[in-house]
């Protein structure tokens, strides 16, 4: 079981931006497919993107594409999440996840490892 602690999460103005990070204690962590999904007050969790293991094939929700950039460190095991432009509707808790499948996908069910999220809050 892949280990994945996510950190960077805080309280901004919209406009502004965050970057996210999530550590993973898998020594394999280069071999997987990292996604990040958020889930806000009284709604489903949504996909917001993902990238292969090499961070060379990398898809986006259209909420957030053009505004967050997802980018991958294998030799420090890790995956983050740059966030700009931010606005009050991205606020959410924020997740990160791996997969086995080599292709980024947005279900959820194909990602077996889960971190426990960081809050991402934006005022308007």
């Known amino acids: 079981q892949v280990q994945l602690v996510e950190s960077g999460g805080g309280l901004v103005q919209a406009g502004d931006s965050l970057r996210l990070s999530c550590a993973a204690s898998?020594?394999?962590?280069?071999?997987?497919?990292m996604g990040w999904f958020r889930q806000a007050p009284g709604k489903d969790r949504e996909f917001v993107g993902a990238?292969?293991?090499?961070?060379?094939?990398?898809v986006y929700a259209d909420s957030v594409k053009g505004r967050f950039t997802i980018s991958r460190d294998n030799a420090k095991n890790t995956v983050y999440l740059q966030m700009n432009s931010l606005k009050p509707e991205d606020t959410a808790v924020y997740y990160c996840?791996?997969?086995?499948?080599?292709?980024?996908?947005?279900?959820?069910?194909?990602?077996?490892?889960w971190g426990l999220g960081t809050q991402v809050t934006v005022s308007s």
């Open positions: 990238t292969n293991w090499s961070g060379g094939n990398t």
């Open positions: 996840a791996a997969s086995a499948y080599r292709v980024p996908n947005p279900a959820s069910r194909q990602y077996f490892s």
């Open positions: 898998e020594l394999t962590f280069s071999s997987l497919t």
